[in-house]
């Protein structure tokens, strides 16, 4: 069982940066492919970004198109950590942003943190 608890969420001006963090539990975080989706009011939850591990750091990742040279993923895989900063944040980056872990057919979830861009 793995329990991801998000953190770092809240109001910020278009242009600004905020840093998402997500602690996980258990001893095997380093073998979780971790992601960040983000979910908008009346739209579907999307993929934001995704790592991969590699030894015990971040290895290989990818990104959606509308975030790309904006947001940056990474983990530690000795804090059990994985972070999502952002900058140069726009409106229509304004969702509910949740931390994803996938082993195999075994998945989990976060519970969400508010982001709101908003002058």
């Known amino acids: 069982q793995v329990q991801l608890v998000e953190s770092g969420g809240g109001l910020v001006q278009p242009g600004g940066s905020l840093r998402l963090s997500c602690a996980a539990s258990g001893s095997t975080f380093s073998s979780y492919v971790m992601s960040w989706y983000r979910q908008a009011p009346g739209k579907e939850r999307e993929l934001v970004a995704r790592i991969i591990s590699v030894g015990s750091v971040g290895g290989p990742t990818n990104y959606a198109d509308s975030v790309k040279g904006r947001f940056t993923i990474s983990r530690d895989n000795a804090k059990n950590t994985v972070n999502l900063q952002m900058n140069s944040l726009k409106p229509e980056d304004t969702a509910v942003y949740y931390c994803?872990?996938?082993?195999?057919?075994?998945?989990?979830w976060g519970q969400g943190t508010q982001v709101t861009v908003s002058s």
């Open positions: 994803h872990a996938k082993r195999s057919w075994t998945e989990y």
